[in-house]
């Protein structure tokens, strides 16, 4: 299977320093020091919106099911993540 993305949901105080670069919100940065070392790229869902319900999704792509649920586990670590889920490609096998 390939094409997997994790989905991530973090708090609207989280999402809002993540995308303001802001080093001093202390559960973002546990999720941008997470990412990086996962090398990760987290990017925000909805990057136009200032909806509080819709900042708080983010996505990410992994190579594979291993990795997904690995970086699932991982980021379910920190405490600014409400949750994060694999999600398989829109594409049939």
């Given at each position: 299977m390939k094409g997997l993305r994790?989905?991530?949901?973090?708090?609207?105080?989280?999402a809002r320093a993540l995308?303001?670069?802001d080093e001093s919100n202390t559960e973002a940065d546990e999720v941008r020091t997470r990412?990086?070392?996962?090398?990760?790229?987290?990017?925000?869902m909805h990057p136009d919106s200032e909806d509080a319900s819709l900042i708080?999704?983010?996505m990410?792509?992994?190579p594979?099911?291993?990795t997904g649920e690995r970086v699932v586990t991982e980021l379910?670590?920190?405490?600014?993540?409400?949750?994060?889920?694999?999600?398989p490609a829109d594409e049939l096998p």
């Open positions: 994790v989905c991530i949901q973090v708090d609207a105080s989280v995308r303001k670069h990412a990086e070392h996962l090398d990760l790229l987290v990017w925000p708080e999704f983010l990410a792509d992994v594979d099911r291993e379910m670590k920190c405490r600014g993540v409400k949750g994060a889920y694999l999600k």
